[in-house]
T-cell receptor, first 112, second 114 residues
Framework: DQQVKQNSPSLSVQEGRISILNCDYTNSMFDYFLWYKKYPAEGPTFLISISSIKDKNEDGRFTVFLNKSAKHLSLHIVPSQPGDSAVYFCAASGERDDKIIFGKGTRLHILP | KAGVTQTPRYLIKTRGQQVTLSCSPISGHRSVSWYQQTPGQGLQFLFEYFSETQRNKGNFPGRFSGRQFSNSRSEMNVSTLELGDSALYLC?????????????FGQGTRLTVV
């Protein structure tokens, strides 16, 4: 049973435009959400996180939105740059069961 | 501050053998988690150790085991290797307390079972 779902395996976006990556979760006990970026042959790198007490968190070009009622979060990258081409993983954890659970990832291609 | 270090980076083993992977967390981090990454399956949680105790466990068979030492270094062992165990194994460490904090990953160990 997959608790964190990224339903788009891949996404292509023009350089300079907005990239929107989506993520859904099923476990209502999750209260902390994270996004990671991964290049081939490297470990994932932490991008941004959001606590369930917030609905938005921004860090430079990256903004994460959380909709608790829909159990949905999204990562916005504005403007998209060539170096953003990577696999993006959505992840979640809950205070009572603190392991971080990851989705299957979305491969983002930034087109020139 | 040094990051998470995993050794070895690459490993080739034959079916039936066993393998041990090593992870040194960021200095001061007491939580170490292990993940398996295979194509199309994302990062699947194996287990987490905190202060030498296994705190969480994923849905993997008993052939997968781990331990953590007093200096927070962790090892993961896979016995009786199967072809399907070929994967990138990632280790991540988190800060003391480790609730609602991000995890920092090593570069991983690429295991190939032939």
């Amino acid at each position: 049973d997959q608790q964190v779902k990224q339903n788009s395996p891949s996404l292509s976006v023009q350089e300079g435009r907005i990239s929107i990556l989506n993520c859904d979760y099923t476990n209502s006990m999750f209260d902390y959400f994270l996004w990671y970026k991964k290049y081939p042959a490297e470990g994932p790198t932490f991008l941004i996180s959001i606590s369930s007490i917030k609905d938005k968190n921004e860090d430079g070009r990256f903004t994460v939105f959380l909709n608790k009622s829909a159990k949905h979060l999204s990562l916005h990258i504005v403007p998209s740059q060539p170096g953003d081409s990577a696999v993006y993983f959505c992840a979640a954890s809950g205070e009572r069961d603190d392991k971080i659970i990851f989705g299957k990832g979305t491969r983002l291609h930034i087109l020139p | 501050k040094a990051g998470v270090t995993q050794t070895p980076r690459y490993l080739i083993k034959t079916r039936g053998q066993q393998v041990t992977l090593s992870c040194s967390p960021i200095s001061g981090h007491r939580s170490v988690s292990w993940y398996q990454q295979t194509p199309g399956q994302g990062l699947q949680f194996l287990f987490e150790y905190f202060s030498e105790t296994q705190r969480n466990k994923g849905n993997f068979p008993g052939r997968f085991s781990g331990r953590q030492f007093s200096n927070s270094r962790s090892e993961m062992n896979v016995s009786t290797l199967e072809l399907g165990d070929s994967a990138l194994y990632l280790c991540a460490s988190r800060t003391e307390g480790a609730v609602n904090t991000e995890a920092f990953f090593g570069q991983g160990t690429r295991l190939t079972v032939v």
